[in-house]
């Protein structure tokens, strides 16, 4: 018997076991393959101590959680791209560096020209307050409310009412996440968070025909500043002791000046090129986003989840890849996204302006939040989802680009569920796919620390990123040997 008739069989016995197990999830091999011989050196460079290593420094305090249009995705950009120079690969962005960049238009408050006041006292803007959120208006009028939210699980009283109102609030770490959520309910005009550190202002960014638009004002102000203005409006100095409200009746003003400049945000783009000549020029992507909700009034998000494990993964892929000495036959584009979190705008800037040629794209590969096993506080506990993942979208074309990642799967092991499709348009496969490109999509699952500063390294499973890089680094080598995959006519109409 043939070798190659040993593998088919043991695929096509896979494929069987697979189609008769409910729920969406596919059964686990029993034991996991070792890799071929030809692919064995890449395959072995992946390990969890390098991803630990290089996560560490992505959702590290250098990189302030990655946010685009920010310093810290900036220098997160430049430190992936010294890596992809580290391993060989090539630079094709603009003007042969590693990032295609983004025009946009950076808007901060000078903060030199900003105030709170009212008829007998001001608060300069320097030093006392800072803006995440803002408005094209001037100026913003309303009554002030002190509001204090603390403890676990907090809640408002239901006959609150805060529309259109100035909310100076205080919130403790328990309460901390909830509260902005709580207060934005209620549509106030703008909501100050006191804090005990010197404000800093956020930068808002936007895209070509994408603009981004707010119809209320968000902040940080000093604790000293915030006690002057509760002082002047005779409120008792004890009011944030414990849940409490005060309406003052008096309406304050915030005074808000903004510049404007232009600037750019980098996808970070490298090419392995293919080994067979007459092919090469076809290649297969393999993508994550790098940016995550960088810092909001004074706190860092930084994302180690979301997605610095799926950053991490493509980058371990990358190495693997430029290090294996077999290389596949068509070329292999490995990229990074900006704005994923603002819209998923760096994948649709690439594929509005690709860099290769759409046509020439056989599929695309994409990972978002591979370093966490799913929590959904529903009973079944992270521990139980340990072997666990979830395959999304492979299944919107033909068969044939899902059979090759299932295939991967003898030598990694996971157990695949195919129920969560309701992700579908969260990430940035989907502009591919737009495109006409069938796509696969690995996903960890959601878990209570998603988009919270809590979202931090030493809650990261590495065995689970390398395992994740494994994978795909199987599919990819598979699916840039196979040549095009093809949409369904029906799916592909659908995602237009």
Known sequence: MSHQFCNFAKFMFFIMVASVVPNGVVAQYGDVSEPPADLKTGFDSITAAQAEEWLGVLAGPEFEGRGTGQQGYMKAAHWVAGKLAEFGLEPIGDGDMYFQIMPMTKRSPDMSNCKIFCDDWEIEGKGNLGFERYTDQGEINGDVVFLCIHGENPSLPDDVQLRDKIVIYSTDSDAFARAPRLIARQRPAASIRIIDSPPKSVSQTTFPGRRRRSTSVSGTILDSAACKMA?????????????????TGKQITIRMQLREEQAGAPNVVALLEGSDPELRDEYVVIGAHLDHLGTRGGTVYPGADDNGSGSTAVLSIARAMAANPVKPKRSVLFMWFA?????????????????LPIQDMTCMFNIDMVGRN?????????????????????????TELHDIVLAANEYVGFEFELDMESVWNRSDQVNFYKQGVPVAFLFGGFHPDYHQPSDQVPKINYPKIASAAKLYYMAVHAAANHGKFELRAKSQAEGR
């Open 339 to 355: 704005g994923e979190e603002i819209g998923l705008v760096g994948s649709r800037y690439y594929t509005n302006n690709p860099i």
């Open 231 to 247: 002082e002047s409006f005779g409120v008792d100095a004890n009011w944030n002791d414990s849940s409490n409200m005060v309406e």
């Open 374 to 398: 799913e929590d959904q506080g529903e009973g079944d506990g992270d521990a139980e989802n340990e072997g666990h993942i979830h395959l999304v979208g492979s299944q919107r074309g033909e």
